[in-house]
């Protein structure tokens, strides 16, 4: 079992930045995946970024160049550094990671950009 505790989300400027942190509960070297979605209202819930435990990362192609993952597993967490933020990223952001072959999910934080 992993537990999923986020922190950031707020609303924002367009142009401007925030940084959403995800705690996990269990040791983030025994989790094999760590990623963050988002669920735009009234669409389904999307792929932002990605990290493995090898530390390779991967990115939703519309937010790449302005949003960063990194993978902390000493400290048993994951960010997500967003720049140039646009109304467009507007969205509830989950954390989720997987582990043994299951997802586990964070409670959600809303992030709203204005235009």
């Known amino acids: 079992q992993v537990q999923l505790v986020e922190s950031g989300g707020g609303l924002v400027q367009a142009g401007g930045s925030l940084r959403l942190s995800c705690a996990a509960s269990r040791t983030m070297f025994s989790i094999d995946s760590m990623g963050w979605y988002r669920q735009i209202l009234g669409n389904p819930r999307e792929l932002v970024a990605t990290?493995?435990?090898?530390?390779?990362?991967s990115y939703k192609d519309s937010v790449k160049g302005r949003f960063t993952i990194s993978r902390d597993n000493a400290a048993n967490t994951v960010d997500l550094q967003m720049n140039s933020l646009k109304p467009e990223d507007t969205a509830v952001y989950y954390c989720?990671?997987?582990?043994?072959?299951?997802?586990?999910w964070g409670q959600g934080t809303q992030v709203t950009v204005s235009s």
């Open positions: 989720r990671a997987r582990h043994q072959r299951r997802l586990y």
């Open positions: 990290a493995l435990r090898d530390g390779t990362t």
